[in-house]
């Protein structure tokens, strides 16, 4: 059974700080993995998918990277600002159940 | 192009009553899928319709009944609520399990049972 795990589980920083968030896996066959951002109360935003033959994916501030043979995906946003605080959930999809972690809970400081 | 929404919003229940969760996408998705979100949990997969006229059981199945109505909706009951499934539910669609594609989430609907 796949699990995933991401951490740290929460984070406090100030603004301007670039930040490391990761995610490892414990089935390497998988399809893609993908990064979610969700806000409080709210619903499931994607902001960078993988597939499981490329290395990483950039998307503005926010770089992920995925390493298959280690089990592991970091999500790294530069220059951080108020605004990206948020979950962040990292999600492994192998066959037809996509699997999430925990999410790392960010919060940005002014 | 709405992606994929969710009815309704909100819902209270008293335990042993019945309801129906709906979800429809408009992106000609194969693949749908139904969530729970609990505090400290993370999400997890109840009940997953890999393709139109098919569901199969995901995690945590107990307790719930899906249907795939068409390739755009995917419905979930709950037969009699119970207090356990207080929870916030997502609905997702995918375009396939090997796709390029991105999972797409509904808003949610936030139910209490008491």
């Known amino acids: 059974k796949q699990e995933v795990t991401q951490i740290p589980a929460a984070l406090s920083v100030p603004e301007g700080e670039n930040l490391v968030l990761n995610c490892s896996f414990t089935?390497?066959?998988?399809?893609?993995l993908q990064w979610f951002r969700q806000d409080p109360g709210k619903g499931l935003t994607s902001l960078l998918l993988?597939?499981?033959?490329?290395r990483e994916q950039t998307s503005g501030r926010l770089n992920a990277s995925l390493d298959k043979s280690s089990g592991r995906s970091t999500l790294y946003i530069a220059a951080s600002q108020p605004g990206d605080s948020a979950t962040y959930l990292c999600?492994?999809?192998?066959?037809?159940?996509?699997?999430f972690g925990r999410g790392t809970s960010l919060i940005v400081h002014p | 192009n709405a992606g994929v929404t969710q009815t309704p919003k909100f819902q209270v229940l008293k335990t042993g009553q019945s309801m129906t969760l709906q979800c429809a996408q408009d992106?000609?998705?194969?693949?749908m899928y139904w969530y729970r979100q609990d505090p400290g949990m993370g999400l997890r997969l109840i009940y997953y319709?890999?393709?139109?006229?098919?569901?199969d059981k995901g995690e945590v199945p107990n307790g719930y009944n899906v249907s795939r109505l068409n390739k755009r909706e995917f419905s979930l009951r709950l037969e009699s609520a119970a207090p356990s499934q207080t929870s916030v539910y997502f609905c997702?669609?995918?375009?396939?399990?090997?796709?390029?594609?991105?999972?797409?989430f509904g808003p949610g609907t936030r139910l209490t049972v008491l």
């Open positions: 999600a492994v999809i192998g066959g037809y159940i996509p699997t």
């Open positions: 089935d390497s066959a998988i399809y893609n």
């Open positions: 993988i597939q499981s033959s490329q």
């Open positions: 992106m000609n998705h194969n693949s």
């Open positions: 319709s890999a393709s139109e006229g098919t569901t």
């Open positions: 997702a669609s995918h375009l396939d399990r090997g796709s390029t594609d991105t999972q797409y």
